[in-house]
C-alpha cells in the first residue's frame, strides 16, 4: 500500500499491480438508450475565481469544442454493477488486494481498530470493503441497490464500459454536461448553493468531519437520481461521489504527477464542505491514481453517437 497521496477528498489506494491499461476503447457499439445524447459544441470550460484550487489546474477558462456525444444521467448503481458482475464474474481490485478506504464516521461503534491515514485521519483502511461491501464484511448494500457503485478503481469502471460497449466520458464532456449550457456557473443550476433555501445534491452538513446534521438527508451515498437533474437531465454531477473520465491528470500550473499516472475525477463527494474542501463545483477536479478504491468515488459511463446538427 502507498502512502497518502491525494486530497483529503479521497486517499489513493495504492493497490500495488493495478490491472489499468491503455487500450482504447471502441466506445460505439453499446447501447445508448435511456442516456442523454448532447449535440456538443463550443463551450467554456474551466474555472479561474477564487474558488478554485490553483495547484488542481482548473484554469484558465478555456473554448473547447466537442463532437456530439452521449452519457448516462446518473452514475452507474450498485444494482447496473451487480448486473456486471453476475454476466461476466469480474472480481474487482479491492476484492483480488482484500482492502480498500471507507470513511471512518460510517463504521460502526464497535468497529474493530484500524489501520488510518495520518494526513486524513477519517479515512480508515478496512479489510474487506468492497462494492457490494461498502463499509466491510459487516455490511451490504441490500436497500441501497439504486446508490451509486463504489470501490471501484479506474481499472474497475473501464472493464464495465468494456462490457457495456462504452466508454468513461473525458473530462470536457463531462463538464460540458454538467453544466448544461450554464456559462461560468459554479453548479449545474447556478451559482446559488441552495437556491430558494433548497438542498440540490448531497454534501457534508455541518461540522467536518465530527458531525453531519444531515440537512440534505443523506449521511453517506444518496440514490443516483436523487434530487433534481440539471437542464440536460443529468443527476448529482455534484456531490454524492467523485466520477471517474478517462483523461489523465495534468494541472496546468504543473503536475505533482511527473509520471503523469493519475486519472482526473470531477465533482465532488458526499464528504465535501466547505470548510476544507469546496470541490463540488461543474470545474472543480482531482487527479487519483488508478488502482485508488474509496467509498466515495464511482463514475458514469458515454459513448460517441453520429452529429445531428446543421439539419
Request: charged share 25%; proline share 7%.
Amino acid at each position: 500500500m502507498s502512502e497518502f497521496s491525494g486530497s483529503c477528498c479521497a486517499p489513493e489506494g495504492g493497490h500495488g499491480g493495478s490491472t489499468a491499461t491503455e487500450e482504447p476503447l471502441a466506445g460505439d457499439s453499446g447501447s445508448t438508450e435511456g442516456m442523454a445524447l448532447l449535440d456538443g459544441g463550443e463551450f467554456l470550460m474551466g474555472c479561474e475565481d477564487s474558488r478554485a484550487y490553483p495547484d488542481d489546474g482548473e484554469g484558465p477558462v478555456r473554448r473547447v469544442t466537442l463532437d456530439p456525444f452521449a452519457i448516462s444521467t446518473t452514475a452507474v448503481s450498485n444494482a447496473e454493477f451487480a448486473e456486471f458482475v453476475r454476466v461476466t464474474g469480474y472480481r474487482t481490485e479491492a476484492e483480488r488486494f482484500g482492502w480498500s478506504f471507507v470513511f471512518g464516521g460510517l463504521l460502526p461503534d464497535d468497529f474493530p481498530p484500524t489501520q488510518g491515514v495520518a494526513a486524513a485521519p477519517w479515512w480508515r483502511v478496512v479489510e474487506g470493503s468492497d462494492w457490494s461491501r461498502p463499509e466491510g464484511p459487516q455490511s451490504d448494500i441490500e436497500g441501497r441497490e439504486h446508490h451509486p457503485a463504489v470501490h471501484v478503481t479506474w481499472a474497475d469502471a473501464r472493464a464495465y464500459c468494456q462490457w457495456a460497449g462504452l466508454r468513461l466520458p473525458t473530462e470536457a464532456e463531462w463538464e460540458y454536461a454538467a453544466r448544461a449550457g450554464l456559462r461560468g456557473c459554479a453548479f449545474p443550476w447556478g451559482d446559488e448553493l441552495e437556491p430558494d433555501g433548497r438542498h440540490r445534491m448531497n454534501v457534508w452538513q455541518g461540522e467536518f468531519p465530527q458531525r453531519n446534521t444531515r440537512a440534505d438527508g443523506w449521511y453517506g451515498t444518496c440514490p443516483v437520481n436523487e434530487f433534481p437533474p440539471n437542464e440536460f437531465g443529468l443527476y448529482n454531477t455534484t456531490g454524492n461521489v467523485w466520477e471517474w473520465c478517462q483523461d489523465r491528470f495534468v494541472a496546468s500550473r504543473g503536475s505533482h504527477d511527473p509520471a503523469q499516472q493519475r486519472r482526473v475525477a470531477k465533482g465532488g463527494s458526499y464528504l465535501c464542505h466547505d470548510s476544507y474542501c469546496l470541490r463540488y463545483r461543474v470545474s472543480a477536479r482531482q487527479g487519483i491514481t488508478p488502482d485508488s478504491s474509496t467509498g466515495n468515488t464511482g463514475f458514469r459511463v458515454a459513448g460517441s453517437v453520429e452529429s445531428n446538427r446543421g439539419g
